[in-house]
Every structure is written in C-alpha cells, then in structure tokens.
C-alpha cells in the first residue's frame, strides 16, 4: 500500500538542502521515495530569477548521490516545482512528497501521481500543442497515482517551461509574456483534463483573454528552468493509505480571508504544506479602491502580489512556510486565486 | 460643542486632492475645520519619496485657497502625517480630520488636538533634545483637545523630521539611520508624555537599542519633508460630541491576525480610518522561520513589511485604504506593532 | 533682437526651485523670459514618477508669482519637459530657457520657438491623430521662432502625454505601452516635420515596428503630467543674436564614445547644456554580447540604460549635468541615440 | 617554462559554462591547468545574490568532471572570484586563468600565483585578524608565482568572505556593513603586502574610515559564498613566457575618462579581460554636483555604481564583458577606483 508523506523543510539559502540531507542521512527519508518537490526559494521571482535552477542543480545532486541514479534522469521523472519570490512574511522552505510501501490493507487516501511532457519548444508555448500536451500528462499522473475520476483530484501543480532563448516563431517576442502565455496554456490544459473548463471553449486566443475559463484546483508556475511540462497531481485514490487530507478553496478577490480560512476549515489538522496562487486584479482595483501593483515601475507587480496574498495565507497559517506563486490567470476567478491546505487529519474526538 | 469627522478620500495620483476640493466646493466640509491629514501616498516611503512633499504642497495650496491664509502659515498648524507606499493590497487614500462646533450640549466624545515643536535641526535628531520637544507636544495637544489624562489618549501620531541635508553634528552621518532615530526618538518621547514609558530610563543610548521601551499608543511616521515634530493626538475629552470610537489593540509580531481583529473587535461601528504600524523582525525570524526582508538588495525592507502588514490588516478592514506605516520602532513590541481603527459607533441594537 | 540664454540649475529635490527663484529676485533672470523648462528629476522615470508633476506644479507657481500669469495659463505655453531618473553619475538639473530682447542690429543665431497641440487623449495616442497634431506643432513652433528651413533645424524636443486613466478606445491597454506608442507617435510626427521620416511610410503599424523610420534630431518624453504635445523646436533663423550653438550627433549603438565625442566636437565652448536619448538594444546584445537590460525584473530597463548612457555622456561632457532619456524608439538608429549639445561658442583664437 | 593564458567566456546564465566545457572538451584548455577564475553574473550583487554560488558550484562540478579531483578540493585552491550584477551595458562573462607548461626557455612574462588563507569566520572579518590574514595570503601567492618583489606586482584580486550567518562577536551587526568591513580589510592587508599601504598606520578602526590608506593594485570583492580570503596575484617573474601583459590605472573619480584610457594605452593590443573597481562618492556629488546613488530606495548604490562605471570602461573596452565590481574602499582614492586591462601584446610594428 503507497503511502504519501510530506516534509516541510526550511533553507538558509537556494543551494541549502542540509536538511533534507539529514532526512535521508538518519534514515527518515529514502532517496528514492522522493516523488515531487514543490518549494519557495528567496530569488525575485521573475525571468532573471536562477535561485530556482540553483536549487534544483542541488536537490538532483543530492538524490543522484543517494540513489546512484544520473541527476538528469532524476530530474526527468521528479517534477521540482519551486516559485521564486519570499516577499514580506514569507519563509524560503520546500515541501518534499515521498511515496513509500506499506504491508497493510489498502485503504483510499491522498495519493500523488506525475508525468511530464515532451519537451515544449518556445513556439509551443501558448499554442494548442501545449495544452493537449498538458491535458495528456494530466491523464498520465492521474493513472500514474491511480485517481479514478477528476472529480476526486483536489489539486493539479505544474511547471511550466519559458523560453530558453528568443524563437521567432514564439506566440510573443516579449520572454515575460511568453511566460504568462505558459501558464495560462497549462492552467487551461489542466483544467480541461479536469472538467473545469470545457474543452469546445478553447483556443489559443482565449488564452489570458477570456478568464471566464477556469480551474479553481490548478495551480501553475513557469520558469527558464524546465523545459517541459512537469505535472503532479493530488487526489483520492484506493489502495493508498489514510491520514494525509488535503482542502482546497477558490479566494474571490486578494483579501478574501474568508476564503483563506474555508481552505484550512476543510481540513482540519496539523498543517503539512500551503499552497496559494492568486494574481494582481487587472482592473486597477479591489473592491472598487485603487491598487498601484501594476504601475509600479520599481517593484514588479507579481512580488507585490506574493507579499499581499502570502501575509495573508500566513496570517491563517500560523506560520511564513507558504507556497504563494503569482500569476493565477485560468486559476481561480480573475482577481482572485485559490488556496490549498496539506494536513496529518485530526483524529476524530 | 466640537464634533470630530473623519472623511477618507481617495487620489488618482499624489498630487490629486479633487475629493477633497468637491467636498469644500458643496459645502460638506469647511476649509477652515481641516485639523489633520494623514495618508499613504503612492511612493517608496524612503529617503527619497517625494509624493509626500507633493501632496502637501497641494493640500496647503488647495486649503489656502479656501480660507485665504498663507500655504506656510495653514503647514505650520495642520500636521500633514503622510507614509509614502501602497505595497501590494494597500490603496492611496487619505483621512481628513476636521473639528466644527455644533450648537449643542456638551457630551464627551473622541477629541482632536494638535501641537508642533519648534524646528529640530539634524543635530537634535535622536537626541535628548528631540525627545523633550515631543513631550512638550504631546501634552500641548492634550491641552488643545482638552483631553485631561495620559489613560484617555487612544493615539498619538507624530510626523518626525529627518535631516534635510547632512550636518556633521548629527549622531549619524547615513541619512536612514537618522530617519529611524528620529522616530525613536519622537516615539520614546510621545511614550513618557503618556506614562507608557518611564521617564527615569530614557537615554539617548536607549534609542533603537532598549526595545524594552515602547508605547501601544503611539504611531511615528519620518521624513524629509517636514523640519519640526507635528503631533496629533486622539483621545476622549468632556465636551466634544458623540459618535466617532477609536479601537486600539497591539500586535505582537506580524502575523498576529488576532491581534488585528482585536482592534476591530474592540470598536464595532462603520470603519472611518485604520493606521497600522509593524516592522520586520530584527532576529530575521517570525515565529522561528526565516524571513528575507532584512537582506533584499532590491526591495527596502520597509517596502516588504508594508506590503505584508497591509495586506493582512486590509483584509480584515475590508479594503485597502490602510495607513500602514513601516519603522515601528519603540511603537509596540520588538517585531511587533499596533492598529487603530475609527469607526462610526454602531448603535445599540 | 531676440537673445536665447540657458541656464542649467541644479536641485535639492524636485521641489525645489530655489536657484531660479535667486536669479529672478537678483534681476539675472526675467521670469516673464522663460521660454522653456527641460530638466531631469530624481525620480524613477515610469509610469509612476511623480517628480515631474511636482516639479512642474513649483516652476508654475513660483513664475506665476513673478508674472502675475495663473499657474494653468503658464503651464499651456511654456513646455515643461522633463525626464524622470539620475541613475548612476547623473545629476538633477534643469536648462531654463529663456529669450530677452536686445537693441541690436540682427544676426543669425540659435533661435527657439514653441507650440502645444490641442489636448491628445488616450485614444489618439500612437494613432494618425497625434502624428498629424505633432506635425503641425512643429510647423508652429518653427514659425515661432523663424526658423525658415527644416535643414536649419537642430533639434526639436517634445514632451508627449500618456494616458492619465485607462480608456478601452486606446491602442493599448497596458500603460507602459501606450507611453511608448506616445513617444513614438511625436517621434515619427517630428520627424516627418523635419523632412527626416517620408512621409509616405508613415503608417499607425509602424510605430514601434519599423525602426528604419528615425530622425536624429528629434527627441521625446512622455508622462502623465502632460496631456498634449508640448513641443520646442531649436534652430538657426536670422535676427536671432549669435552665442549660443547647438552641436548634434547620432549614436550607432550605446557604447558609441565616438559618438558623442563627435557632438561635443561639433560645439566647441562652454557647455550650457547636454540632450541624449537611447534605448536598449532590442536584440537582447550589443557587440553581440549579451546585455541583461531587458529581462531584469528588479530594476527597470529604461533605468538601466539611463544610468549607462547618462555615465559615458557624463565622462566626456565632465560632469553628471546630462539630460538623459530612454525611450529612443525611431529617434536615431535601432539601439542606438543621439546626443546635443548647447555651448557658449568660444571666441576663434 | 610557465604560460599564462587567458580565456574570456560568455555564458547564457549563471549555470551555463558550456563555452569552458566546449574548449576543455575539444582540447583547447586542459581543466587540470585552470588557476582562477574571475567573471560576472547577472545577480544583483549583494547579500542576496546566489548567482555567484550557482555558478561556482557548476564550475566546480564541470572541472571536477574532466580532473578526477572532488569539487570541494577544487574549490579550496581555485580561486573564482564573482562579481555579481551586470547593469547597463555590462555582459555577463567571465574569464578563465590558465597555466601550462611549455618546453621552452624561460623568459619573463605575467606571471599568476594563488592562494587561500584558512577559513575567517564572521568574527575576524574587518578585524587585524582578517588582515594579518591577507598580507600572508597575497606573500603566499607572490611565492607560488615566483614574483619576487612587490613592484613586480601588476594586481591583487582577492574574493573575501562574508557572513554566513549572524554572530554576536561580528564587528557589525549588520550584514551589509560587514561585506564592506571584509572588503576594506582585505584591501588593506594587500595593499601592506604590496607597500602601498604602511602597516604602521594599519588599525581596525581605520577600516573604512581613513580612506587615505589605499592601494591602486588591489582589487576586492565579497560574498557569502565563500568562507576565506581567496587571493590571485598578477605580476611580472623570471622564467614565465611572454605575451600577455596588464595594463592599470588608477580613476581619481567615477568620471575620470582619461585613466580609463590610461589603462589601456599602457597596454597596446587585443584585449583578454577588463577589470574595474570604483564607488560612488560618499560626499553625495561628483564634481560638485549631487549625484543621487546612496539616497535611492529602489537601487541599491552599488547597482547604480556598476551600471555607470562599467558603462564608461565597456564604451573605452569597446564591448560590455568587462568585470566592474562596487564598493572600492582603500582600493583606490575616495570616490574612484582603477581599471585593470588584460592584453595580448601587438608586436612591434
């Protein structure tokens, strides 16, 4: 029986992963049982950002020395999805999801599934091609985790690629675009694959133009640092073990804190890991009073974004460990974002 | 009878005052009343930002206007507190405070008084100089409000000066540096006028050092563009008509949540007017988790709190127009903070 | 005979006009002279710097006081153009240009005319309107001055608007855009006015699209201080007196030392004043080595290249006095600029 | 007989070294014969700038690759001295310091000799120990390259360490003032080894205050990344082949073309590698007007710096990879620095 664990571990910098090498080193953790990674690293967020490639050149050394496997082959099977940026009340920290065998009865628990996409050249991005592939690898982690219906998956996160280096034929010669245009042909990939969002509605023009199209259990991020769709999915599944429970809620607008606060209500229990997205309301203003995210030409508008949102989630959390990642165009409604919630379930009273 | 308002006005930019001007032009409020300004302009909040100096041109010009006296006579009576930086969820907005005697009976109700101390060279910045000019501010602005007792202060803010141009005889030759003493020292001074901070262990030393020392009622904003130290004080007076509560709770670090809905708890009515103030943890850790707003080489740390303490008090409020002020130094506890509330009392059911 | 003077002031802060206001008060300077304003303030140079309005709003009023002509009526005749951010070695400065009559036979010198075009709004900005309104604004300001031929003409400086609100009639929804189409628009219009830019190929796709469109005598600033095309076009016209001379030249690309060496070449004398505009290279290098100017999402490329230019120009002109702008779109070649520069001519040996 | 070689690489981000990989993989450079490395990347340069540890991380691995010798071995005798941020027309580059042995006569070249003092930890930094540190380091490297006087010395390129984690028993509390404190200690100590500096006059409390004490042949940088005072020192010995020689030059301010030029002219011929130093003016103006570089909230001084500086060098060097480090205390005179040119020398025409 697949049992799912989640260590929520902290960095003194985007190199550190001391403490997941203690992990593995006492024995708490099998290399090899490492199924995803899903982190904040205190970079800026943006294209420029290399915390997220400093990172992840660590974490594949670190589990190729424990598993004897080549760190490119651990790195194409092991999605390491980490978002830059540690605005304000925000930790730099990185949540660790193993999967190890248990002898016991199969019961039906959260389970955890990945696929990854062929590699999406930069003219893919944004195009039909990246979204089938995306809905395809969807499919592929939700058979790989053993999820029955999308109706039982509580969150989708991808990595979505950037452009590498600039391509003509590319949707937009502007690299911050295309990275937009990344997420958004992913959340709408996934959000098919879900039933979220119906597939006769989608087209390439559609993408960061009709945010009617969304997924309130997609979260997605991009970045220069993977070159494909890199896909993990959380859902309930037979045959895996209980205790791990996950709560997702949709946040209407930036301070929904009642949306907050319904995310952990459904799951109550000791928090295991945070997930936020949520985006800067392109209208100017939330709830009807103006916002000055989008015109500032000194901080970029997605750091604004994290450190509103993440003090907000961290302000129910109780603590700065929070994945908070901008830009939730087709995730969640326009202005608002979502809020996911791991927990080790209560026990009954 | 005086009868303390409050209207909180939006701007388009810093140096837009046209809500105010139509509230002058049909009569529903008089130029004359105007007792207090303070708002969050839309800039940096640094050394220079210089929407505050923007701003305050155009309210002087604007009042001057309407009742005929001289723009640097109406800025050496009217404490114009402005904190420059709307991070985030935060909203540019400004509060209005206007006196206007009524023909009634005296009731006791929450007062408004003002006091400027003579002009403080850089020199007497952060020096025992300062602090005594702020006690002596502090009390005559008691006397102007005729509030009789420290107890019944709800809060004191104080628009500090800081040092126009570099003086050798400053205690600090780097020009923030001197901005935070010179809220240190207006806070220290403002907390012994109140009795919150024992007289007899003031030192100059103690300033930025013996974080030991601070008042729950006290709110310090610095800058470049006033000379002198300009106080307002709140608090309940015999005398002054009903309606306007202020609520005032501590925060005891920045994701204190409760201590925000205490604030507002405490005070139930229609919300007039918030100011907050927080700082970011000095040991670099909220609650044991690292933070990284003490070491960002793009994003001033002030910048980062702002965005973070805004968004949480915002979220509570209800909407952006927060006065949210970095530098909390001796204003609440280390790491910590406090927030105000003025609300509209909401009758008894 | 009209005589053209320059005086180039420093600044405290972008409020501070105290330098003009001793030359007015010492009789060097007759306000009602004052023809024309450029400056730089230290602001950040986007969408949100508001120096320049405060600045604008200072030198309105301290000339009204002088002239006894309201602020409003001022700021429609004389431009004020003025670009925000000293990065790196530059210097906050402005060039006040002023024109007094002498009794004196007629020469042939460096004459200066003005003109403004109606009030653009957002919806004409980088659209035929705004093309044609800058054409005939320069055709006026060439009359104005008596400037009879285009070939006489060494440079003609606009102060473009942006959009003070959003308007979906726009060209452009994004703000940062429509200020370069603004630029663009009074670049190609100017141009076409010189004679520089056929005015057969002159299309609304073109801007920003066809860089082989370009003048290099022409350069723009937009904001949203301004609303309409605030145009002063420099050249030689008879019965202007000698002295002052203007020395023009183009940049191949932003490390053209030999470029500006060749403008300051052009103009031997006392520096009176220094223009330069330039852009990052689009094609992401110069030299073909990669520059990161336009992928840094801390700091703001036009940021980048002002403090890059400004620092080379500065070097050769022998202090940080430059006016240095960004946003050279068809203003000189592709990547690269233009420098001008004003000087007392020296007297031949 | 020893040959110095000098290899000036490109890369595409701070994990990319396939252009070192490519000349090792096609024989052009033995990885076993590289001494040191000195580059730029495209970080922001200060206390949160991990670029610097990613790329030396996969230096580190990619030689340990092609020597057989464990990364960390590598890293403790090659010195790889980074300079984060490449503003304005800086490109991202770096240049790789080779020696290999020739079967030829002695002749007398441009030697190199490295050296590492042990570890400094947070305590030592900016104090005598630190320095005592460095003069043995630099006498150590001279050694290794067989420089036998301190005139022969060309330059000394030392990276120091900083921080890794707050200390009670640091000289500063403050993070950043204890990279500048490691930066002046370490220039002074190599400026005593060099004699540029009288050890007699060397105390700790002259350490960023008596800027008198400096040397124009000592070049600093500091970071977390590294834990010891890393020292390579470039000057003329006996037995070295000819045919790379350096060229330097002090810069009396950030202004001073003519000894970037100096530096140059002093060594005729295709040019290897540029180094640069400087800071901005501590007395807030350049040649007596204001510059506005250590009062912005929003760039950081050093930023500011390096944009403007390397502007100036790249635009004399005639491209933009030239490796311009701030903060230039004691390693030339207040408020300038020097230049360093690597060339292969013209032959006598």
């Known amino acids: 029986m697949p049992r799912l664990a989640i260590h929520r571990l902290s960095m003194a910098h985007p190199g550190d992963l001391s403490e997941l090498a203690g992990l593995i080193t006492r024995g708490a953790l099998r290399a090899g049982d490492v199924r ?32 004897g496997e080549a760190p490119a082959r651990l790195a194409a099977r092991i999605p390491c999805v980490l978002s830059g940026g540690t605005e304000g009340a925000l930790s730099p920290h990185y949540m660790v999801f193993s999967v190890s065998a248990e002898e016991a009865p199969g019961q039906r628990g959260l389970a955890l599934g990945t696929a990854f996409s062929a590699v999406t050249p930069a003219r893919e991005i944004g195009r039909i091609a990246q979204i089938e592939a995306v809905i395809a690898a969807v499919r592929a982690a939700m058979a790989d985790a053993g999820i029955a219906r999308a109706e039982d998956v509580a969150l989708v996160q991808v990595k979505a690629p950037a452009a590498q280096a600039p391509d ?19 959340a709408v990939g996934a959000g098919v694959a879900l039933g979220d969002i119906p597939a006769d509605r989608v087209t390439e023009a559609a993408l960061l133009s009709d945010l009617s199209l969304f997924s309130n259990r997609v979260s997605i991020s991009s970045g220069v640092e993977v070159t494909c769709n890199e896909v993990a999915v959380f859902g309930y599944a037979d045959g895996w073990a209980e205790g791990v429970v996950a709560g997702v809620a949709p946040m209407t607008d930036l301070l929904d804190l009642a949306g907050v606060q319904a995310a952990f209500a459904a799951a109550p229990g000791e928090v295991l890991g945070v997930i936020a997205k949520g985006e800067p309301d392109r209208s100017g203003a939330i709830r009807g009073y103006r916002h000055t995210m989008l015109g500032d030409t000194d901080i970029d508008a997605q750091r604004h974004l994290r450190g509103a949102l993440g003090a907000i989630v961290a302000a129910v959390a109780g603590d700065g460990r929070v994945f908070v990642s901008g830009g939730a165009e087709h995730q969640g409604p326009p202005g608002g974002g979502l809020v996911c919630v791991f927990v080790r379930r209560s026990p009954p009273p």
Request: charged share 20%; net charge positive.
């Open 36 to 67: 995803a990674v899903i982190g904040k690293t205190e970079g800026n967020g943006g294209l420029n950002d290399f915390t997220r490639g400093f990172f992840t050149q660590t974490l594949m050394l670190l589990l190729a020395e424990h598993t």
């Open 168 to 186: 003509p034929a590319a949707r937009s010669g502007d690299a911050k675009v295309l990275m937009a245009l990344s997420r958004a042909g992913a």
